[in-house]
């Protein structure tokens, strides 16, 4: 297939991508000048990117890491999580969250949300913990940050999935990451900034960045002959090339977060008309979301996947967004999970669906999504009326 027909006809009825990097002159430079200096991974790059990136969230120290899940994965081990311990998080999450605890066999002890910021309930937290309790792996479900003031009072060691929430910001103010917690961000092309792959995992503790550091380069101690090796350790390396591409990004980190932001701002005026739609929650006090997808839940009486089917007949892709991950078959099949056992995410997770948002989105676009939404809202009423 060629470019022309993988991509679809230009103008006003093309298909409206559902995510969709920023990508420029800035980034082809970047990338050009890495693979001319012939250093293209374990160079300069990494720490330039590192310490770029550990400013803008706040943090002390920052590894780059090959991936969102390699950066929870060491995070984890960091906080010594190991076989036997549990580990309380949200089954509203990318299936990432409960997976890193099973690579260490620590067993993923699910809690259940709050409706209103689908972000972990700190009291049905508390109702989990138990002598096995390792640690809380809270996730700032759709960038919007989790209420890590109840989740400390429970003395547990956290850390933070912050993968969605590059740009938000905790109760107190301060951006999400720097909240002396080991907190994991991503880049995949989805993301709020892109390397292709790759993710940052900071931390406020000099050790956890010297074990991070090491277990991301096959367990190599910092000042060893190449080819000793002192524990275990993994692939997870960042190369120089995605490094530089995530330098560039941060360069124009503040367009890509105000870009998002416009952009969901537009969203909630064209679709505050459709009263049985509920949109993302609004910013409470110093609480600041970290713009990533644009989720909408469905009323009750709409069928979600066919929903989805008749989007997609208008041009306009869509995805249940998240499936809950206590019901994905691996998760029922290994630990025997069933429907009811966390009753809010359940019910949030059958009627959510994740619409075309990007920073360079137009208002077009978001007018043609919303109409969309709109004609099949409306019918779906008329006919439970009749
Ligand atoms: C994107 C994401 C991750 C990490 O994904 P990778 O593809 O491994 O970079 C982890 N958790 C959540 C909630 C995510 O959205």
Redesign the pocket.
């Given at each position: 297939m060629n470019a022309q027909a993988a991509s679809g006809p230009a103008g006003p009825d093309a298909t409206i991508p559902l995510a969709k990097p920023v990508l420029g002159e800035l980034e082809e430079l970047a990338v050009i000048d890495v693979l001319r200096s012939g250093q293209l991974s374990l160079g300069p790059k990494v720490a330039e990117f590192e310490a770029a990136f550990g400013a803008v969230v706040g943090a002390p120290y920052a590894s780059a890491v090959s991936?969102?899940?390699?950066?929870?994965h060491l995070g984890l081990r960091a906080l010594g999580v190991t076989d036997g311990d549990e580990v309380i998080t949200t089954p509203f999450?990318?299936v990432?969250?409960a997976n890193v605890a099973l690579y260490e066999r620590a067993t993923p002890v699910f809690a259940d949300i709050d409706p209103l910021t689908l972000n972990l309930d700190p009291e049905a937290v508390a109702a989990a913990v138990s002598e096995r309790t390792a640690a809380i792996l809270p996730?700032h479900?759709f960038g919007y940050p989790a209420d890590m003031a109840a989740l400390e009072a429970l003395r547990i060691p956290i850390l933070e999935?912050a993968?969605?929430a590059l740009g938000g910001r905790y109760a107190d103010g301060r951006p999400i990451g720097g909240r002396g917690h080991p907190a994991?961000f991503?880049?995949?092309a989805?993301?709020q900034i892109t390397t292709g792959?790759?993710?940052v995992i900071v931390t406020s503790r000099p050790q956890d960045k010297e074990r991070i550091d090491s277990e991301r380069n096959q367990g190599r101690a910092p000042n060893m002959d190449w080819l000793d090796h002192d524990r275990l350790g993994f692939n997870y390396r960042l190369s120089d090339i995605a490094c530089a591409l995530g330098l560039a990004q941060l360069q124009r980190l503040d367009q890509l977060l105000e870009g998002r932001a416009r952009v969901a701002a537009l969203y909630r005026e064209a679709l505050s008309g459709l009263e049985d739609l509920t949109l993302p929650c609004e910013d409470r006090g110093l609480e600041r979301r970290g713009w990533?997808v644009y989720v909408v839940a469905l009323p009750a009486r709409l069928h979600r996947d066919r929903t989805v089917r008749e989007l997609a007949a208008l041009g306009i892709p869509a995805k249940p967004y998240f499936p809950a991950i206590h019901l994905m078959s691996y998760y029922r099949e290994r630990f025997g999970h069933r429907e009811g056992q966390f009753p809010v995410c359940e019910d949030i997770a059958a009627r959510s669906i994740a619409i075309p948002f990007f920073p360079e989105m137009s208002e077009g676009q978001v007018a043609r999504v919303a109409s969309a939404l709109g004609t099949i809202l409306t019918r779906s009423a008329l006919a439970s009326r009749a």
């Amino acid at each position: 297939m060629n470019a022309q027909a993988a991509s679809g006809p230009a103008g006003p009825d093309a298909t409206i991508p559902l995510a969709k990097p920023v990508l420029g002159e800035l980034e082809e430079l970047a990338v050009i000048d890495v693979l001319r200096s012939g250093q293209l991974s374990l160079g300069p790059k990494v720490a330039e990117f590192e310490a770029a990136f550990g400013a803008v969230v706040g943090a002390p120290y920052a590894s780059a890491v090959s991936s969102g899940t390699a950066g929870l994965h060491l995070g984890l081990r960091a906080l010594g999580v190991t076989d036997g311990d549990e580990v309380i998080t949200t089954p509203f999450s990318f299936v990432a969250s409960a997976n890193v605890a099973l690579y260490e066999r620590a067993t993923p002890v699910f809690a259940d949300i709050d409706p209103l910021t689908l972000n972990l309930d700190p009291e049905a937290v508390a109702a989990a913990v138990s002598e096995r309790t390792a640690a809380i792996l809270p996730v700032h479900v759709f960038g919007y940050p989790a209420d890590m003031a109840a989740l400390e009072a429970l003395r547990i060691p956290i850390l933070e999935d912050a993968c969605e929430a590059l740009g938000g910001r905790y109760a107190d103010g301060r951006p999400i990451g720097g909240r002396g917690h080991p907190a994991v961000f991503a880049f995949y092309a989805n993301k709020q900034i892109t390397t292709g792959e790759g993710g940052v995992i900071v931390t406020s503790r000099p050790q956890d960045k010297e074990r991070i550091d090491s277990e991301r380069n096959q367990g190599r101690a910092p000042n060893m002959d190449w080819l000793d090796h002192d524990r275990l350790g993994f692939n997870y390396r960042l190369s120089d090339i995605a490094c530089a591409l995530g330098l560039a990004q941060l360069q124009r980190l503040d367009q890509l977060l105000e870009g998002r932001a416009r952009v969901a701002a537009l969203y909630r005026e064209a679709l505050s008309g459709l009263e049985d739609l509920t949109l993302p929650c609004e910013d409470r006090g110093l609480e600041r979301r970290g713009w990533f997808v644009y989720v909408v839940a469905l009323p009750a009486r709409l069928h979600r996947d066919r929903t989805v089917r008749e989007l997609a007949a208008l041009g306009i892709p869509a995805k249940p967004y998240f499936p809950a991950i206590h019901l994905m078959s691996y998760y029922r099949e290994r630990f025997g999970h069933r429907e009811g056992q966390f009753p809010v995410c359940e019910d949030i997770a059958a009627r959510s669906i994740a619409i075309p948002f990007f920073p360079e989105m137009s208002e077009g676009q978001v007018a043609r999504v919303a109409s969309a939404l709109g004609t099949i809202l409306t019918r779906s009423a008329l006919a439970s009326r009749a």
